[in-house]
């Protein structure tokens, strides 16, 4: 979820009427020492107007009532007539917050839920030192151009597929590849270093963990394959709609606990046509970096659908079924 801000941007010394308008795209989650972007645009009246610079950095927000960081002396910003700019601001290495907290500009305020990193040093492909049990404790935040996903696992259902993607996750093995075929009410696809749909990762394959427990509805992640069932690699999918005819073919690992929005923009991206009402996206939809977090202390308090509405409590999930 992308929270929208829309609020006048009051300047000290410029009246009211003279001074443009903002609108705020905040983040719904940052993680702990990594980017926390806000995007910025101002639009100024039929006057114009110009804007301290220090406006446009961290300076501007507050985080629980205190500035996110010291105003510098950054040159004014000029804005000519009805003009509109956007600034792309990164608060993560001003933020010091550890927990929720509540993101104000001007009158203005959103809630940024916070969760922790991962620590350094894990091995999840090593089953000694992390037990399937262990693998629950894990999430991974996918920061793409389009907004954020987050997503949980199934460990239970697919213990091999779940530590092959956090592995993935964990090593940067994800960062900036793009999402290459995408289809509205199917899917979005992604995980090829190479973004052609033809690459993988080096010639490690997993074994299938086909399940019947779990469908290929809106929000589920799957891994990608060829035609060998023990064929998938790193690419994975994101389901944007029910396709009953994947179920028992393809290995359920995951669901989304909240981005759907990022999920949709994604899905309906324009491009030139694939298969099976698929396209390649004319804009690259990239996955900027995913990242590995705790699952925090109140999962059932993030979980939210598509619609927006809380998720009721996950289930236990059953042991993995043979194909």
């Not at 697919?158 to 899917?187: C, K, Q, W």
Request: one cysteine or more.
């Amino acid at each position: 979820m992308i929270s929208t801000l829309v609020c006048a941007f009051v300047l000290s010394l410029v009246p009211a009427a003279e001074a443009p308008k903002a609108a705020l795209v905040a983040p719904d989650v940052c993680v702990v020492g990594g980017r926390c972007e806000v995007k910025l645009t101002l639009t100024a009246p039929a006057e114009g107007a110009s804007v301290p610079g220090w406006q446009v950095t961290p300076a501007g927000f507050t985080v629980d009532g205190q500035a996110c960081a010291a105003q510098g002396d950054q040159p004014a910003v000029a804005l000519a007539a009805n003009e509109s700019k956007t600034f792309a601001i990164d608060l993560g290495p001003a933020l010091k917050a550890t927990k929720d907290f509540e993101l104000a500009f001007g009158d203005q305020k959103a809630t940024v839920r916070v969760l922790e990193p991962a620590a350094k040093g894990l091995k999840f492909l090593d089953e000694a030192a992390m037990p399937v049990g262990e693998l629950e404790k894990y999430w991974v935040v996918l920061d793409t151009v389009r907004g954020q996903m987050v997503a949980e696992f199934y460990p239970a259902i697919a213990p091999n597929h779940v530590r092959n993607f956090l592995e993935l996750s964990y090593t940067g093995f994800y960062d900036g590849t793009i999402f290459h075929r995408v289809g509205r009410g199917f899917m979005i696809q992604g995980g090829d270093p190479d973004g052609t749909g033809m690459g993988g990762n080096g010639t490690k394959r997993l074994k299938a963990e086909f399940t019947r427990y779990k469908k290929h509805v809106k929000g589920i992640l799957s891994m990608a394959r060829s035609g060998h069932p023990d064929s998938a690699s790193s690419q994975f999918f994101v389901m944007h709609g029910a396709s009953p005819g994947l179920d028992g073919a393809y290995s359920i690992f995951g669901n989304l606990v909240r981005g759907y929005a990022a999920l949709d923009a994604i899905a309906n991206s324009k491009g030139t046509a694939i298969d099976a009402g698929t396209v390649r996206p004319a804009e690259q939809q990239v996955l900027v970096k995913a990242t590995v977090v705790k699952i925090p202390a109140n999962p059932d308090d993030w979980r939210q659908g598509p619609d927006g509405k809380p998720l009721p409590k996950a289930e236990p999930t059953p042991a993995p079924q043979s194909k």
